[in-house]
């Protein structure tokens, strides 16, 4: 930590020319020198002068919003103790690059102090490139467990910027961090939000749903290899009639058919063309299958099913045959590891002699799928086929 804190105050992060008035106790407009290095904004007459006009302690400041005055139109406020102190720039742009750097750094003293009780907790270099950047595009945390006070200090300096991407993979996740990353969510507007193999539950999931139901820019949430259920399911579902979210992927998580009819229905009656379901590795079984054969039959954009390593069995198996016969979109269906037997693997035979525009349909590990008059016209009696794919010769 004193590594850290050494760094901090050695490190020049910004400098350049700022106006600034309630300083030194001034009342007027001067013309200085700022230079930001660490816990101090320093100001000089000059960039050669050697000796400072003047200092603003960050530790304990706040940036505030001001009135523009008439002849200072970009203008920002920090408030320390019991003044607060303007800085003025010749363009938006420089005072919103001004603004960020100096937030950041507020946000990174706060953070160094919010850990520093616990030996064990140390600091999270990635962050500081983002405490530290004027600009920040996207951010990708992954592969490393991230605690609240990550989440805060991330809200904070993440706060009402316009990312792309917001990625937290394999972050040790739980519900317990739940409420701290709705915070930094909430506070931040992105595109691509990225969450798969962390360990949230239904109440995660719902509170990341209620507060991602105001981001009108979210589209795609990746949520895979989580411990969600159908709860959680049914409230990720309704993101999918709001905004412009196209893809929600929820493989390997606890999902049954309640969960997985809610997003099936839901992705049916979105109004954002939906190319690809992600329900694989979940627990649907044949009911839940009939909900997805449902949206099939009503879709004109799904392109791809992935519903490998669930529970469906020949009825369901059967309903999807069924709508894929008739669809004109879905090109592709994984369904393999599941428990489907002879008579869903000659359903979906007929589908992909049927369909104007399916190419693929993956039947492997399908230990009920095994010779026998049933399937005399395409296997061989007394076959088990661990690894079976139906694929056309001359693709649509």
Do not use: C
């Amino acid at each position: 930590m004193k590594d850290v804190q050494q760094e901090i105050n050695e490190t020049v992060d910004k400098q350049g020319w700022l106006e600034v008035k309630g300083a030194a106790k001034s009342k007027d407009w001067k013309r200085q020198w700022f230079v930001l290095r660490g816990a101090n904004l320093t100001f000089f007459k000059s960039e050669d002068a050697d000796r400072a006009a003047g200092t603003i302690p960050l530790a304990d400041a706040q940036v505030v919003q001001v009135q523009p005055e008439d002849d200072h139109k970009f203008v920002v406020g920090l408030k320390v103790e019991d003044k607060t102190v303007l800085l003025a720039a010749a363009s938006e742009k420089e005072i919103n690059e001004w603004t960020a750097v100096i937030n950041g750094e507020i946000v990174h003293l706060t953070y160094l102090r919010s850990i520093e009780k616990d030996p064990k907790h140390r600091p999270d270099t990635r962050l500081v490139n983002i405490f530290k950047s004027a600009t920040v595009s996207s951010v990708y945390l992954d592969n490393h467990p991230l605690h609240a006070e990550e989440l805060s200090a991330l809200a904070l300096t993440a706060n009402k910027r316009n990312l792309e991407t917001v990625s937290l993979n394999n972050a040790g996740l739980t519900d317990a961090e739940a409420d701290a990353l709705a915070n930094a969510l909430g506070a931040m507007s992105f595109q691509v939000l990225k969450l798969s193999g962390n360990k949230f539950s239904d109440a995660g999931a719902q509170k990341l749903a209620a507060v991602l139901a105001n981001n009108g820019r979210l589209q795609e949430l990746h949520l895979d290899g989580n411990g969600i259920g159908n709860a959680g399911a049914q409230a990720l579902a309704g993101l999918l009639g709001r905004g412009k979210l196209a893809a929600l992927n929820l493989n390997g998580n606890k999902i049954g058919d309640a969960g997985a009819a809610a997003v099936a229905q839901a992705t049916g009656a979105s109004s954002v063309a939906i190319r690809e379901l992600y329900l694989a590795e979940n627990q649907v079984g044949d009911s839940g299958a009939a909900a997805i054969a449902a949206l099939i039959k009503g879709s004109s954009s799904l392109a791809q099913v992935h519903l490998h390593s669930n529970k469906i069995g020949d009825s369901g198996a059967a309903a999807l045959a069924d709508a894929l016969a008739g669809n004109d979109s879905v090109s592709g269906v994984d369904l393999s590891d599941n428990q489907i037997g002879n008579a869903g693997a000659v359903a979906i035979q007929g589908a992909l002699k049927a369909s104007k525009s399916l190419n693929n349909v993956n039947l492997s590990k399908n230990k009920g799928i095994i010779g026998g008059p049933q399937l005399a016209a395409f296997l061989g009696e007394g076959f088990v086929f661990p690894a079976l794919s139906f694929n056309r010769v001359n693709p649509v």
